[in-house]
């Protein structure tokens, strides 16, 4: 990503900061500060999120950040009275003054960085689901999943591309599962079918009759139960990552953790980049991530759901089991999966396709579950999931 500003430009991928084109040599920690700053694109930004971007959640003192912040400030040729580039907000955090413009490197081109508006829909049991939507054209439906947070995402160089890469085809509608993000925080209920029913309560908010849906990972049961149940909703299916039968009801893969040492892993460690959670939890999940990549997950962890009502959602999305509903699906629907996946094996997505009728299957190449923007697969992903959603036989 790019993001330009006034005289300046941050390119987080060759990791450059520019003056007028002119590479300009900062501290790393100068640097990573200026990027937070920079994505979040006029929005304060608080001391904690700086300590946990900047210095991964390390204990740091109020004159290291201000050293910082005032050697930013020197780089932009501001000042602590001035403040006409980096403004202090007393006991708040700080922000960048001019507008910032983010590009993203893989093409997708220059793009406005302030989230959409933000609107709630009521399921049925009253939960209050939080849903969004960017871009234009036809609309699609990505289904909420375990990770989400509906502003945070918009700014998180995993996420950002793979939403305007969207947008630039589609009207994207998209939610925080219920307990994460900006959806309602309660999980007395967590059965696949409450999950089903915040899918429908958003896409009837939203006055949509029928659409495509994309699903990714746990999602993937949800809209597999949707589509079985409101076939007349669903025009296609891209189901990515994903899979059937959750992993606490099929048999263990060698050398996999037991539920309770994740569970355990999920209370001790969430968000907390030094962890043997987080270490374990980046490897897997993301194990080609960039640093950028790695500490905007690390945000999103702490920002999304607490560690407690991450394990409860852990535990329930283990046991979705949407088996019975594949046979039912009449939907065109593509399984995508990438072939190192080492979070959800692609015997599921294979199943998955076996089943659903005249199911398509596309194997990726890659190691990572969310499938990053500098990857090769990312761009046969994205083109993928475009052509498909966009057939109308």
């Keep these: ?21 002119e590479p300009v040599h900062l501290e790393p920690q100068v640097f990573a500060l200026l990027t937070e700053l920079a994505r979040a694109h006029g929005a304060l930004v608080s001391k904690d999120q700086l300590v946990q971007s900047v210095w991964q959640g390390l204990a740091i003192s109020d004159a290291t950040i201000s050293a910082r912040i005032n050697a930013a400030r020197m780089a932009l040729g501001d000042t602590g009275r001035d403040q006409r580039m980096i ?14 413009i983010g590009q993203d490197v893989q093409g997708v081109g220059d793009v406005a960085m302030a989230a959409p508006s933000v ?22 439906m990505r289904v909420g999943h375990w990770l989400s947070h509906l502003e945070l995402d ?64 746990q999602a993937v049961p949800v809209a597999i139960r949707f589509a079985a149940l409101h076939p007349e909703r669903v025009s296609r299916m891209v189901l990515y990552g994903g899979y059937a039968v959750g992993r606490a009801l099929r048999p263990s893969r060698p050398g996999e953790m037991d539920e309770d040492t994740v569970l355990g892993l999920i209370r001790a460690g969430w968000g907390q980049v030094d962890s043997a959670f987080f270490k374990a939890f980046i490897s897997l999940f993301i194990p080609d ?9 690390a945000r999103v962890q702490n920002l999304s759901i607490t560690s407690e009502n991450a394990a409860i959602l852990r535990a329930a999305v283990d046991r979705f089991d949407a088996s019975d ?17 080492a979070i959800q094996p692609i015997t599921q997505s294979q199943h998955i396709a076996g089943t659903i009728p005249g199911a398509r ?15 090769p697969g990312w761009e ?3 083109q993928a999931v475009t052509e498909f959603c966009l057939r109308s036989d």
């Excluded at 609107?119 to 609309?139: E, K, L, Q, T, Y």
């Excluded at 998180?156 to 900006?182: E, I």
């Excluded at 991530?289 to 997950?297: C, L, M, R, W």
């Excluded at 299957?361 to 990572?368: H, Q």
């Design 87 to 100: 403004r202090t907000v007393p006991k708040r955090g700080f922000q960048l003054v001019p507008e910032v």
């Design 361 to 375: 299957f596309t194997m990726l190449d890659s190691r990572n579950h969310v499938m990053l923007p500098q990857e």
């Design 1 to 21: 990503m790019i993001y330009r500003f006034d005289r300046f430009s941050i390119d987080t991928t060759r990791h450059v900061f520019a003056c007028d084109g």
């Design 289 to 297: 991530g960039t640093p950028e990549q790695i500490a905007s997950f």
């Design 380 to 382: 046969e992903m994205m």
């Design 325 to 341: 509903d594949l046979e039912r699906v009449r939907v065109p629907t593509l399984v995508i999966h990438a072939g190192g996946d």
């Design 119 to 140: 609107r709630f829909a009521m399921s049925g049991d009253g939960a209050a689901i939080a849903h969004s939507v960017n871009g234009s054209g036809p609309p699609l």
């Design 154 to 217: 918009w700014r998180c160089p995993v996420w950002q591309p793979f939403l305007a890469r969207l947008g630039r085809n589609f009207t994207l509608h998209r939610y925080d599962q219920r307990g994460t993000g900006l959806s309602e925080r309660d999980l007395t209920r967590v059965d696949l079918d409450d999950f089903v029913g915040d899918l429908l309560a958003v896409a009837d908010a939203a006055g949509l009759e029928t659409f495509p849906i994309f699903a990714a990972s």
